[in-house]
């Protein structure tokens, strides 16, 4: 088979399946990865293509049809211009959050002393690992509850090349952080937060494939803010910037200002949904 009917069949395959919302996309990036191509030799390349890999490719097709994620079947995501190592232990990154990550490092770049950042739930690093990125005067400590989450994490700074600008921590944040010194300049966190009576609304991807505790922010979805609040504070003029859900900026804003938080602001996303808060 050549590569031009093989990707013609892989699109009609996932086309065929109507839950999938970017059918050509994730057949292309199967494909991809199947055959180790890049985007520009996918297109323009004209090979024939073994069956061992024809067959392996057809392999992947069904658990995408099944509904595993794209980014869990070929091991990886984008995410801020970087590339990102993925799998079952951590939430997929998110479009959504690079304005959370944007903010930070518009508010940072300009610093020239060592900037100490800390990233709450940081899954698969991708916030975190994205600001040592983009300010390279940082220095992160990701911190996380599930040591699964953190040695992709960890393959995530080397991948990405800031090993040296990161630390890890296993923990739960309701352990606070008064061990951590000196005290951070800023506090990050995409904390769970969807409301648990919510979870079987998420789409059936969602739930079935991606880390629940990375998703369950309690009975009004604001759990892991109170926690985070009341446990970890940066330091005296330093920043806390969350990543709130639709709906939840003002109440998060309240939870801030009654714990003393000042130069509380909302901002919202390319989509106009109030997406950070910070204070
Ligand atoms: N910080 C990670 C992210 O933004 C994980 C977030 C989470 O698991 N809630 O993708």
């Given at each position: 088979?050549?590569?031009?009917?093989?990707?013609?069949?892989?699109?009609?395959?996932?086309?065929?399946?109507?839950?999938?919302?970017?059918?050509?996309?994730?057949?292309?990036?199967?494909?991809?990865?199947?055959?180790?191509?890049?985007?520009?030799?996918?297109?323009?390349?004209?090979?024939?293509?073994?069956?061992?890999?024809?067959?392996?490719?057809?392999?992947?097709?069904?658990?995408?049809?099944?509904?595993?994620?794209?980014?869990?079947?070929?091991?990886?995501?984008?995410?801020?211009?970087?590339?990102?190592?993925?799998?079952?232990?951590?939430?997929?990154?998110?479009?959504?959050?690079?304005?959370?990550?944007?903010?930070?490092?518009?508010?940072?770049?300009?610093?020239?002393?060592?900037?100490?950042?800390?990233?709450?739930?940081?899954?698969?690093?991708?916030?975190?690992?994205?600001?040592?990125?983009?300010?390279?005067?940082?220095?992160?400590?990701?911190?996380?509850?599930?040591?699964?989450a953190l040695k992709v994490a960890v393959l995530n700074a080397e991948k990405n090349l800031v090993t040296k600008q990161m630390n890890f921590v296993c923990r739960?944040?309701?352990?606070?952080?008064?061990?951590?010194?000196?005290?951070?300049?800023?506090?990050?966190?995409?904390?769970?937060?969807?409301?648990?009576?919510?979870?079987?609304?998420?789409?059936?991807?969602?739930?079935?494939?991606?880390?629940?505790?990375?998703?369950?922010?309690?009975?009004?979805?604001?759990?892991?803010?109170?926690?985070?609040?009341?446990?970890?504070?940066?330091?005296?003029?330093?920043?806390?910037?969350?990543?709130?859900?639709?709906?939840?900026?003002?109440?998060?804003?309240?939870?801030?200002?009654?714990?003393?938080?000042?130069?509380?602001?909302?901002?919202?996303?390319?989509?106009?949904?109030?997406?950070?808060?910070?204070?």
């Open positions: 088979m050549t590569l031009k009917e093989l990707r013609r069949n892989a699109h009609n395959r996932l086309k065929e399946q109507p839950n999938i919302s970017s059918p050509e996309l994730d057949a292309d990036l199967i494909i991809m990865f199947v055959l180790d191509l890049k985007k520009d030799e996918l297109l323009t390349k004209d090979i024939s293509v073994p069956d061992a890999l024809a067959i392996e490719v057809n392999a992947y097709l069904n658990r995408r049809l099944a509904g595993m994620p794209v980014q869990y079947i070929v091991g990886k995501t984008e995410f801020m211009s970087l590339d990102f190592i993925v799998n079952k232990n951590v939430l997929i990154p998110r479009q959504d959050t690079e304005i959370l990550v944007e903010t930070v490092i518009e508010r940072y770049k300009n610093v020239s002393e060592q900037i100490r950042i800390l990233d709450i739930g940081s899954g698969s690093g991708c916030v975190g690992i994205s600001m040592a990125r983009y300010l390279p005067n940082s220095v992160v400590t990701e911190l996380d509850i599930s040591e699964e739960d944040i309701r352990d606070g952080i008064s061990d951590l010194e000196p005290k951070f300049d800023v506090i990050v966190s995409n904390p769970p937060y969807i409301k648990t009576d919510d979870l079987l609304e998420l789409q059936q991807e969602v739930i079935e494939y991606e880390p629940v505790a990375a998703l369950d922010g309690g009975d009004d979805g604001l759990d892991f803010y109170r926690i985070i609040i009341k446990k970890a504070v940066p330091k005296k003029g330093g920043m806390t910037a969350f990543e709130v859900g639709i709906g939840q900026a003002g109440d998060v804003a309240d939870l801030m200002f009654k714990a003393g938080y000042r130069n509380i602001e909302i901002i919202p996303d390319l989509g106009g949904i109030e997406r950070v808060v910070l204070g």
